[in-house]
């Protein structure tokens, strides 16, 4: 982990030094600056957090963008006794504008990201990693995923100042769920009723898959 916040702070650091001595003035490119809100980010079914965001242009066709999210506690459909929730979120992403107009901006992007989730959860049960299903009074639970996107998206203007930040991507991820000091364990299943959707918080897993992105941003013009 220490690594990977170590590579995504040198991303964000030393990335406008590496462009601006390439930065062009052009009066047709895009060279605002913005902040953004993610409300997707609020109704996440399992970890809902409130994700705000700046995107500062560096020159030419290049911005520079970071993310933050904080939240704690469980979404919607993975609604459970739990306590002590926490969860942190960061995004750095790289832009290059596509050709000229500064009115629907067009981009491609990199972006980096890695999320950090602990909660205790109380009174359920979850699956190992080797099929075998516990039952708990109680369990310190920890989620880390990281990887990256490669995305395409624009910024549609709707008046002077606010707008639409669209954006679609596929990419990778690693994720790994630890549930750790369990208060009276016992083998048993939990008999689940409702939406049907399996959250999270049910499964331990150490793994790496595809991962693709679509969403949208609000932004203010800066």
């Known amino acids: 982990m220490r690594t990977l916040l170590l590579a995504i702070f040198v991303f964000i650091f030393c990335t406008p030094h590496a462009f601006s001595q390439n930065a062009n003035a052009n009066d047709s490119l895009d060279t605002n600056s913005y902040i953004t809100f993610s409300p997707l980010s609020l109704l996440d079914i399992h970890s809902p957090r409130l994700r705000l965001g700046y995107v500062q242009h560096l020159g030419g066709n290049w911005k520079m963008g970071l993310d933050l999210g904080a939240g704690g506690g469980t979404g919607l459909f993975s609604n459970r006794e739990a306590e002590n929730g926490s969860l942190f979120e960061v ?104 939406h049907g959707f399996r959250t999270v918080y049910e499964k331990e897993e150490n793994n790496f898959r595809p991962n693709p992105t679509l969403g949208f941003k609000l932004f203010y013009k800066l």
Do not use: C
Request: glycine residues 12%; without cysteine; proline residues 2%.
């Open 91 to 194: 995004r750095p992403e790289l832009y290059y504008q596509l050709g000229k107009g500064a009115r629907t901006p067009k981009y491609i992007a990199v972006e980096l990201f890695y999320i950090e989730e602990f909660i205790t959860l109380l009174n359920d049960g979850y699956e190992r990693k080797d099929g075998v299903n516990f039952l708990y009074d109680k369990v310190d639970f920890t989620r880390q995923k990281y990887g990256m996107h490669l995305k395409f998206g624009l910024f549609l203007n709707l008046g002077r100042h606010f707008g639409f930040n669209f954006y679609g991507g596929v990419g990778f991820r690693f994720k790994d769920i630890v549930f750790d000091n369990l208060v009276n364990a016992r083998e048993g299943t939990v008999e689940r009723s409702g």
